[in-house]
T-cell receptor, first 109, second 114 residues
């Protein structure tokens, strides 16, 4: 199984809402990543988890809160987002090569 | 720091044409190199990879060779299809212990017309 899954596929939220994005992989990878991608741009790294511990936070605002409940799951909790946070959020796993999920298309109203 | 430079796009080709997308990199040490493809409305798919100099990655008719002397990893395909229309990202990976950081090029949009 070489797949990374993400839910939901689409999400629309208001600026006062709290929502979560979920990511799951069963490839045995011990490194997992969150990226943000704007239209026509490459993905931008947000967070890296290694062995279920946060190892890199690329100065992401605190309204984004990552969580790694176990070695297969990665969550991204969202609170009080801004319209400029609307983007495609991608999860990935792997060490040398990273394998990406299909993404969650987030719209903040 | 590490960087990846891709040729400017977009690129439009007719079906069965030859494709070359240029990619050069700057990195310390010995990075691994990748091509990712992103179809409309989807996430990134790993297309091919090369982990050391002179390695050739290949997949779905696409090929790229890791050239350390020219710091390049150009993507080629002998005969493109309409279904190859997508955005292509060149990337390098610099492992940092138990994880890695990908450095992406800007991406190039390929459109193939029938």
């Amino acid at each position: 199984d070489t797949e990374v899954t993400q839910t939901p596929k689409h999400l629309v939220m208001g600026m006062t809402n709290k929502k979560s994005l979920k990511c799951e992989q069963h490839m045995g990878h011990r490194a997992m990543y969150w990226y943000k991608q704007k239209a026509k741009k490459p993905p931008e790294l947000m967070f890296v988890y290694s062995y279920e511990k946060l190892s890199i936070n690329e100065s992401v605002p605190s309204r984004f809160s990552p969580e790694c409940p176990n070695s297969s799951l990665l969550n991204l909790h969202l609170h009080a987002l801004q319209p400029e946070d609307s983007a495609l959020y991608l999860c990935a796993s792997g060490l040398v090569a990273q394998y990406f999920g299909p993404g969650t298309r987030l719209t903040v109203l | 720091g590490n960087s990846v430079t891709q040729m400017e796009g977009p690129v439009t080709l007719s079906e069965e044409a030859f494709l070359t997308i240029n990619c050069t990199y700057t990195a310390t040490g010995y990075p691994s190199l990748f091509w990712y493809v992103q179809y409309p409305g989807e996430g990134l798919q790993l297309l091919l990879k090369a982990t050391k100099a002179d390695d050739k990655g290949s997949n779905k008719g696409f090929e790229a060779t890791y050239r350390k002397e020219t710091t390049s990893f150009h993507l080629e395909k002998g005969s493109v299809q309409v279904s190859d229309s997508a955005v292509y990202f060149c990337a390098l990976s610099a492992p940092t212990g138990a994880n890695s950081k990908l450095t992406f090029g800007k991406g190039i949009t390929l459109s193939v017309r029938p």
